[in-house]
């Protein structure tokens, strides 16, 4: 069922027509929202900066977190340390190299991954895919993969808990704006996909409601030789999204949106001009 919500866009008092432009002189513009920056929104003018508190004490005091200190590698994604979770989501920053000696699969939901850094192989149950540094890989809830590196690599995992990854509605723009789908590169069963199957023993960490589970195979398990549908591992590039820039009017970090989740989204912010 589509949501209605109640809506009757006015102004009260001293206020900009316009949000994010021609604020009143001497305010400070904060929003409130629904869903977002999906939902029904307002724009409150204050004449203090709505975050000139002098002190902040308790769960929800904002922190700045130092990624570069989790420096220690983890040879299985489920090892990688959390960062922030709640019932929808769960960061983690994983720094592997070299091959990985079991196969992951996460039954909690979607997982995207983000190249921050490294380059090498991902062997899944839809064949084989290259990555490098830039790449949002995204890997559907049930998956099996691994990661064969080539160069030592540093990824920030994105769990959608309970959810899957869809691509944003992008409205005028059009379908085509900021990546065209026809851009997302997907697995192959290829030679190198089939070079790694074998009957050798292979143990697989399974994800469920946090508790890892192992199940081991006396083969390989990826060894698909085909296969038929629309529901696979895609991969896209940063290199491949090209900015969306407004010279008279800001642009919400919804703009930028490169996937949806069921309670977030995962934005890019690409500037410069794009060549053509």
Excluded at 51 to 63: D, Q
Excluded at 108 to 114: A, H, I, M, N, V
Aim: hydrophobic share 40%.
């Amino acid at each position: 069922m589509s949501k209605k919500y109640i809506g009757f866009p006015r102004i009260e008092g001293i206020a900009s027509r316009q949000a994010h432009a021609d604020l009143p002189a001497g305010t400070y513009e904060r929003e409130i929202s629904k869903e977002g920056f999906f939902g029904p929104a307002t724009h409150l003018y204050h004449r203090h900066p709505p975050t000139g508190w002098v002190s902040f004490e308790g769960p929800l005091r904002p922190r700045a977190f130092d990624l570069a200190r989790l420096n220690q590698a983890q040879p299985s994604p489920w090892d990688a340390p959390e960062i922030l979770h709640n019932a929808h989501i769960r960061l983690r920053l994983w720094r592997t190299s070299g091959a990985m000696d079991h196969l992951a699969r996460n039954g909690d939901g979607d997982e995207l991954l983000f190249v921050h850094q490294g380059r090498g192989e991902l062997f899944c149950d839809f064949g084989h895919l290259s990555f490098r540094a830039g790449d949002y890989i995204v890997v559907p809830r049930g998956t099996m993969w691994r990661l064969d590196c080539a160069e030592p690599v540093t990824a920030l995992m994105i769990e959608a808990t309970n959810a899957s990854y869809m691509l944003p509605e992008k409205g005028l723009v059009g379908q085509h704006a900021i990546f065209d789908a026809a851009m997302l590169d997907l697995p192959a069963i290829d030679d190198a996909f089939r070079a790694q199957q074998g009957e050798s023993s292979w143990p697989v960490r399974i994800k469920r409601r946090g508790a890892i589970s192992t199940a081991v195979y006396p083969f390989n398990p990826l060894d698909a030789v085909g296969w038929h549908g629309d529901l696979t591992v895609a991969r896209i590039n940063v290199a491949d999204i090209r900015p969306l820039l407004s010279a008279r009017l800001h642009l919400p970090p919804s703009a930028h949106t490169t996937f949806v989740a069921g309670r977030f989204i995962v934005c890019t912010f690409v500037f410069g001009s794009a060549s053509i």
